[in-house]
């Protein structure tokens, strides 16, 4: 799997799209490439809290791992915390 772009009518209701860059907000980075997301406001207990959410496609032979057992993996790099990792339809608008 691989991030790509997000079209803006793939943005849900009280959702931004932004990039996200290197912490001196160099887009050209080669080391920490620029991301695109879709920030929102989720509630967690009694705390709002932002969640950055990322669009992802199958690579080439991905779809063959899955069916045949494989797994997703999801690595994240400092602090980064994941909640949850979500599939939608191709179209989909829906909120992950």
Known sequence: ???TSIPAEAVWSGG??????????????P???PL???VDQVQIGDQAVNRFNVR????PGDL??????GHVWVSLYGA???????????T?????
Do not use: F, Y
């Open 1 to 3: 799997m691989r991030p």
């Open 16 to 29: 931004k799209r932004v990039v996200l860059a290197a912490p001196d907000g160099d887009l050209t980075n």
């Open 31 to 33: 080391d920490i490439q």
């Open 36 to 38: 695109e997301v879709i």
């Open 56 to 59: 992802c496609a199958l690579e």
């Open 64 to 69: 063959e791992k899955l069916t045949a057992g």
């Open 80 to 90: 980064m915390v994941p909640m949850c990792v979500d599939v939608t339809g191709p």
């Open 92 to 96: 989909s608008k829906e909120r992950p």
